[in-house]
């Protein structure tokens, strides 16, 4: 199983990114996907998340400006960031699990960086 994330960079505030998580062994169809922020010091925390019947949530600081997506033909999961603020800066992971079952997949990180 692997989950290959990509599509971080540097940005500038006001900017966008779309941040891609292609997975090889898992379907996201059937999985929760999730994607998370890592700051140095700091906990990873969870930005945004979709679950296999497609409901979305979102950390209130992403609210409106983020969208996380999904396209199954293509086992991938996407992460729409619009008016990137510099404190959205940090490693993004994408995260694969299964409800009722033990399998929880990490991708390897992309960064973001986004200057003021």
């Known amino acids: 199983v692997q989950l290959q994330a990509s599509g971080g960079g540097l940005v500038q505030a006001g900017g966008s990114l779309r941040l891609s998580c292609t997975a090889s062994g898992i379907t996201f169809s059937i999985n929760v996907a999730q994607w998370y922020r890592q700051t140095p010091g700091k906990e990873r925390e969870l930005v945004a998340g979709?679950?296999?019947?497609?409901?979305?949530h979102y950390d209130d600081s992403v609210k409106g400006r983020f969208t996380i997506s999904r396209d199954n033909a293509k086992n991938t999961v996407y992460l729409q960031m619009n008016s990137l603020k510099p404190e959205d800066t940090g490693v993004y992971y994408c995260r694969s699990w299964t409800s009722g079952l033990p399998d929880d997949y990490w991708g390897q990180g992309t960064q973001v960086t986004v200057s003021s």
């Open positions: 979709m679950s296999a019947h497609g409901a979305t």
